[in-house]
């Protein structure tokens, strides 16, 4: 019974590997899409190191 749970669960692990395979195929990220990202990620990295800069010379 053990057995047959844990094949069970490899199955199913697969299955789920192939449907995320499948699903980045077919939804895969425009250009576009990963700039708009990439601008977002920088500007937020911006104000994080403004707000570190502006806490080091408040302490500093």
């Not at 499948?22 to 190191?49: C, D």
Request: proline share 2%; hydrophobic share 35%.
């Amino acid at each position: 019974m053990a057995e047959d749970q844990s094949s069970d669960d490899a199955k199913l692990k697969l299955l789920g590997q192939r449907v995320r395979e499948g699903w980045a195929k077919l939804h895969a990220p425009t250009a576009e899409h990963l700039q708009a990202v990439r601008v977002i990620v920088r500007e937020q990295t911006e104000r994080e190191q403004a707000v570190a800069k502006k806490s080091l010379q408040k302490n500093g």
